[in-house]
């Protein structure tokens, strides 16, 4: 089978939760519905996690289920649309289980639809309180409460006692909310304008007669627009500071946006001065690993994960990346952890010069995350240069792979064109050092121009590291 949205849902579930979905198929109600739902969930069993589904046919799951039936494709369609809609509600089912704020407030809601009012008043107080008692007051927290105050003020029997206090806290939460929403959306705009170049009529103090008095979070993007517009270090470390001091009085939510806004700065001063700027990315992940701002339901997105690696490494912190890749072995999250695990150890082990290891422990690994498929590619080719460089004998290995690169790079139409012109200019680069040195006709006046040329070059992965190359050559 080809990958389709049950495919999807389900290589998203945890262990956990796919154990427990069987569970939940079983339940009652649902085999009341349907009686095929457990044997299809069986059928689906052996496959966990999902990550090589070409191996799943339609047939096979048919006769699983329907053991006695010639296969029947709108059978089989309608089976595979009700246990994706199964699969859907016990994903919010989960949701409402961790959430407990929000279901809740689904019940309150319920309340004042089917006109049970005290239950809707006391429900609707007792949220206010929770929320009251909350460290966070963002635009959810704003939003939330101008809901209650709304839904509250608008129902029938709340009219009829002409309650105002609601509407006016109401218009009031709204402002709020209005406020630090659009300073979040405004943030992504002063982005696009210094990415490409552009301008917007937005100022962030339009509205400013509105603002929730001195809110944490409008703080922090106000020095995140200040950040964007001045690009200063000090304003930087301002920023950073602030966030490290507050994070706990932060949202999952905006903990991970304003570590975005801190990191995207860091990683774009990084190519331009790695020496000052690699110990304050260190500093901002480590801070962010700690508090588990990157762990989404447990999990580590891959690209991060190998992000932190190869940073930590420059920095050579190679217990330390020891130790962390043991530590994550188990949550990192996507369809390949033991593939990302590979990659990790061979960045680990190239920093190490352990250059035959990398090889050997990459042979025919293929990562199906772009970005870590463009690292291990690249990581190759850097291994096979430094072996290139004691044994001449390496040079085919090391040609062949920069032009199967090359190749790749200009056949995917999924990797962005700055990123492709960078890793095209690195493979081209590298190929025509190594020829020169092969040809045995290196010398101070090419090292010159190389290196001229590897400074001028703007878009150029691995840039500082070529660099060093040819300054040791």
Not at 22 to 34: D, G
Not at 242 to 271: P, T
Request: aromatic share 14%.
């Amino acid at each position: 089978m080809k990958p389709n949205k049950l495919f999807n849902l389900l290589q998203s579930l945890t262990i956990k939760e796919f154990k427990e979905l069987e569970a939940y198929v079983k339940s009652p109600f649902l085999i009341k519905r349907r009686t095929d739902l457990p044997a299809f969930y069986q059928a689906l069993k052996p496959f966990y996690p999902f990550t090589k589904i070409e191996a799943v046919t339609k047939e096979f799951l048919f006769e699983e289920v329907y053991s006695e039936q010639d296969f029947n494709g709108k059978k089989f369609r309608s089976l595979l649309s009700d246990f994706v809609k199964i699969i859907e509600n016990y994903l919010l089912f989960l949701e409402n289980e961790v959430d407990r704020f929000e279901k809740d407030k689904r019940l309150v809601a319920i309340y004042g639809k089917r006109n049970v009012y005290d239950e809707f008043t006391k429900g609707k107080k007792k949220l206010i309180t929770s929320l009251e008692a909350a460290p966070y007051r963002d635009a959810n927290f704003y939003f939330n409460k101008y809901r209650l105050e709304s839904d509250f003020y608008f129902h029938p029997k709340t009219q009829n006692r002409k309650e105002v206090n609601s509407l006016l806290e109401g218009i009031k939460d709204f402002e709020s909310f209005f406020v630090l929403e659009r300073a979040k959306l405004g943030l992504d705009l002063k982005n696009m304008e210094k990415l490409y170049n552009i301008t917007h009529d937005f100022n962030l103090e339009d509205f400013s007669n509105t603002n929730p008095k001195n809110n944490l979070i409008y703080i922090l993007f106000k020095k995140a627009f200040s950040l964007i517009d001045k690009q200063e270090k000090s304003i930087y470390l301002e920023l950073y500071n602030l966030y490290k001091n507050e994070i706990k009085n932060l949202s999952k939510e905006n903990q991970l946006v304003f570590f975005s806004i801190l990191q995207n700065f860091a990683s774009q001063q990084l190519r331009i001065n790695e020496k000052e700027y690699l110990p304050l990315i260190i500093k901002l992940y480590t801070l962010a690993l700690e508090n588990e701002v990157l762990l989404n339901n447990g999990k580590i997105h891959v690209s991060i994960f190998i992000n932190i690696i190869i940073l930590n490494l420059k920095a050579e912190k190679y217990i330390w990346v020891e130790q962390t890749i043991e530590k994550y072995k188990d949550s990192i999250g996507g369809q390949e952890p033991k593939l990302t695990l590979k990659l990790a150890n061979a960045f680990l082990r190239f920093q190490k010069e352990n250059y035959f290891e990398v090889i050997k422990s990459l042979k025919q690994v293929k990562l199906q995350n772009i970005i870590n498929h463009l690292r291990l590619r690249s990581l190759i080719i850097r291994t096979y240069f430094n072996i290139f460089l004691f044994d001449k004998n390496y040079f085919a290995s090391l040609e062949n792979e920069s032009l199967s690169f090359e190749k790749y790079l200009s056949r995917n139409k999924e990797i962005t064109s700055q990123r492709k012109i960078a890793n095209l200019n690195f493979s081209k680069i590298i190929r025509k050092i190594s020829k020169v040195l092969n040809e045995e006709k290196w010398n101070s006046d090419i090292k010159s121009t190389i290196l001229s040329e590897l400074n001028q070059t703007n878009l150029l992965a691995y840039k500082s590291w070529l660099i060093e190359q040819v300054t040791n050559l």
